[in-house]
């Protein structure tokens, strides 16, 4: 079992940046693929960013690239997501997921393990 848990939402202006974490508590950590979505009111919930368990091949969505940088520090048991060139479009709550073991980024259902989210909220 792992347990996921965000932290480093809020409130910033367009333009501005924040800094999320997930904590991960359990086993294998090192060798999950780790992931970030989110989901805006009233949308599906989307790919934001991924961090390989192998080689640390990083991927992100169009939207993000260039401005989102994804980062995981195993001896810490802790992935993060560095968001800088905030828009307002980037509203939205933002989830931690873990894949099982040994599992190549993929479709959302690779990950088997979320977090409770967390709220960025961007104002214009």
């Known amino acids: 079992q792992v347990q996921l848990v965000e932290s480093g939402g809020g409130l910033v202006q367009a333009g501005g940046s924040l800094r999320l974490s997930c904590a991960a508590s359990?086993?294998?950590?090192?060798?999950?693929?780790m992931g970030w979505f989110r989901q805006a009111p009233g949308k599906d919930r989307e790919f934001v960013a991924a961090f390989s368990w192998s080689g640390g091949t990083t991927y992100y969505a169009d939207s993000v690239k260039g401005r989102f940088t994804i980062s995981r520090d195993n001896a810490k048991n802790t992935v993060y997501l560095q968001m800088s060139g905030l828009k307002p479009e980037d509203t939205a709550v933002y989830y931690c997921a873990a894949s099982g073991p040994y599992q190549s980024p993929g479709p959302r259902n690779t990950y088997v393990y979320w977090g409770q989210g967390t709220q960025v909220t961007v104002s214009s």
């Open positions: 359990g086993r294998a950590f090192g060798s999950r693929t």
